[in-house]
């Protein structure tokens, strides 16, 4: 299916299930600038929400993302280590690309719930992540080289409205040959992102993310790098539905991303599934 397809199902559906949202009669209403808290939480695209998972449930994740011809699909799990405190990750990325296809650099987290969100304070949640070179860097599948990943996301509810910021970056060495010259590039790359979340109906919400990313691009020599911008902004809707003591929650959105002159436009697709491992949640 080429991307103009792609992009074209994406839209109509996006369409679709923002008309549905908008006018379920049967669907149950929150009280409009009610401080009802959220029944979908820690389930955005592009941006960490500030919340670990509850003592004895795990999430399971899986986001595909497709632009032009590239496309890469992720799997990550999200694990409490003992309480809401504590938590451990791992993601397991698949790619796509023009260069080639294959398995990704690893990520394994731990997050920690530093605030929990009252009136007046954000949540905060400040996460570390070693990214193992588990990808081959060769045909641009990864970085080579074993690096880290910092992020504080905060997250605070006013209303029918959501807010997530989130400030980090990724350090990440890698090797690079040009003209015959061995040397290593600086991969230190910050990035900032936030995003607003209306909550149309207690479990569909219209998102609105946003994500700025700053790394090197290499020049004619390893030496000579360049700092360059790269923004993605990503409209989009996620919505689920509750079975007992499991939440599903799917979603979609449309990633636009602007660096220098350069403009792609793709399509997201997200699915979650959180469940328990341990009775008396």
Known sequence: MTLHRVMTVVSLTLVWLVSVA???????????????????????????EAFNQDP?????????????GDWELAFTQEWPLGGQAHQFSFTLPVAGLSTGEGIGDVFLTYRFQLTNEVPGRPAISPRLSVILPTGNDDVGLGGGRTGLQVN?????????????????????EQARVSGGEVGNVNGFTPHLAASAIWRVRPLAHLLLETTAEFPDEGGESTLQTSR???????????????????????????????ADERRSVGGLLYFSYELPFARGR
């Open 152 to 172: 504080l996301p905060f997250s605070q509810q006013s209303g029918d409205l959501y807010f997530h910021w989130n400030a980090g970056f990724t350090y990440q």
């Open 22 to 48: 908008l006018s379920t009669a049967t669907a149950q209403t929150a009280p409009a600038g009610s401080s009802q808290p959220f029944e979908i939480l820690d389930n955005s695209f592009l941006i960490e």
């Open 228 to 258: 360059v911008a790269v923004w993605t902004i990503a409209p989009g809707l996620r919505g689920g539905w509750n079975l007992g003591d499991t939440q599903t929650i799917v979603g979609l959105a449309i990633p636009i991303t602007l």
């Open 56 to 68: 004895g449930v795990f999430q399971n994740i899986v986001g595909f993302v497709r632009t032009e």
